[in-house]
Each structure stands twice: as C-alpha cells, then as structure tokens.
C-alpha cells in the first residue's frame, strides 16, 4: 500500500515556500520610488530595495514569517499541533501590525498556514474515518 503525503505537511511546506517567495520578493525587487526636483521640474528618478533603503536591520523583519511557518515542521504529534495553531496566530498578528508595509505580502502564506491547521491528520498512512 502506498502511503499518502500528509496534507498538514504539504501545507505547511507550502506556507514556507509562499513566505521565502514573498521574502526574497521585498529583499530584491525595488519598493521604492525617489524623484529629485530640480527647479520645480522633476529631475533624477531612482529606485531601490529594501535592502538598500533600510540596510541589512531588514533581514530581522523579513526572517519573522519564515520562522513562524518553519517551526512546525520540526515537531510531530501533539506538539505540533498546539505549535502549528500558536504560529499560525503569530503570522496573522505579523501580517495584521505589517499591513501598512511588508504584511500584505505574507496574506497567501498565512492562507496556506490555516490550511495546514485546518487540515485532517494523518495516522499511520492512512487518513482518519470520514476523510478521503
């Protein structure tokens, strides 16, 4: 008998995956818009990253939701649900306080994490009754 992925499992790899994605995107990809006046006509327009306008402090602020989607992965059973629900939480609480900046971002992570809560568990390689 072959045994099926564990859903809350391949949830929650998509949780990380969506939240290294949106990480990577607000590190590399310019956010920022300058333009220079100069005697009231606009001048010299530039771009820049996050990385380049706030300097590597950024890196803290953009690690916060890998972790928070990475740590149920490391723990099984109980534990691992209690953990799962509290990360989960804590990413919804990041995105709600970030939402102003980089929070709108992690939405389809956070998606993916609450899938991964909600989904049915997995004993022994087989899904448990009333679930297909």
Known sequence: ???R???KN???VIAVSLTVAASLVLLIVPMYTK???????PGQVS???LLETVGPSIFVPLLIPIVLTAIPL???G???IQVSVATTVALAVFVVIGSASIGWFYVPALTAAVAAVVAPMESRGKLLPGHS
């Open 10 to 12: 391949v949830r929650q």
């Open 47 to 49: 771009h820049s990253t």
């Open 1 to 3: 008998m072959e045994r």
């Open 78 to 80: 109980r534990a691992r």
């Open 35 to 41: 333009v220079e006046l100069t005697e009231g006509a």
């Open 74 to 76: 490391l723990l099984r």
């Open 5 to 7: 992925p564990d859903p």
